[in-house]
Structure formats: C-alpha cells, structure tokens
C-alpha cells in the first residue's frame, strides 16, 4: 500500500509560478502528475521513472519540470509561465514495480488572467 500526500497548489495569476511536491510513503517505480479540469478528462502532466526517464505533455513541455529525490521517495512539479488553461485539479500518481497504481487526493491550481 502506498500513500501519497500533496502539497502546493493555490492561486496564482498568469505568468506566474507554482511548485507542488508529492510524498510517498513506500517504494515507488514512477511517479507523477495527472489534472483535470472541470469538464475534461484526467490527463497526463509528466511523470518520471525511478531512474529518471520523462515523459512530459506537449502543453506544458517547457514550462513544467518534474523531478523526484528518491531518497525522500519525493516527486516535484515546478510549474513556471502558467496559463489560465493550466487550471486543474492536479493529481498526484504512482506505480510500484508491482505495476500497482495509486492516486493522491488532488490539490486546486488555479490561474487567473
């Protein structure tokens, strides 16, 4: 079982910068971010490999990074240049080397024009 716990999401006007970090509480294989926006379905942000392999959206490639500190069992989102359409619910994601996947409860980003 593991547990994730987010943190970092807020208001911000556009242009502006966030960074939300997820903590997970077992060994994890990727980790990552997904968001969904009302009316639309979840989709993938980035996500990274144990090793450090990406795999970063076209929409937000350029302007996010993600990162992981495995000893922390850590992943981060630093999110630079938002747009109002990087409004989202964002969610954090893992999967074990078990292939088990597990879902953080989701923290608000919300820019504003």
């Known amino acids: 079982q593991v547990q994730l716990v987010e943190s970092g999401g807020g208001l911000v006007q556009a242009g502006g910068s966030l960074r939300l970090s997820c903590a997970a509480s077992?060994?994890?294989?990727?980790l990552g971010w997904y968001r969904q926006a009302p009316g639309k379905q979840r989709e993938l942000v980035a996500i990274?490999?144990?090793?450090?392999?990406?795999n970063v959206a076209d929409s937000v490639k350029g302007r996010f990074t993600i990162s992981r500190d495995n000893a922390k069992n850590t992943v981060y989102l630093q999110m630079d240049s938002l747009r109002p359409e990087d409004t989202a619910v964002y969610y954090c994601?893992?999967?074990?080397?078990?292939?088990?996947?597990?879902w953080g409860q989701g923290t608000q980003v919300t820019v504003s024009s």
């Open positions: 077992g060994t994890t294989f990727r």
């Open positions: 994601y893992a999967e074990t080397i078990l292939r088990k996947d597990y």
């Open positions: 990274i490999t144990r090793t450090g392999n990406t």
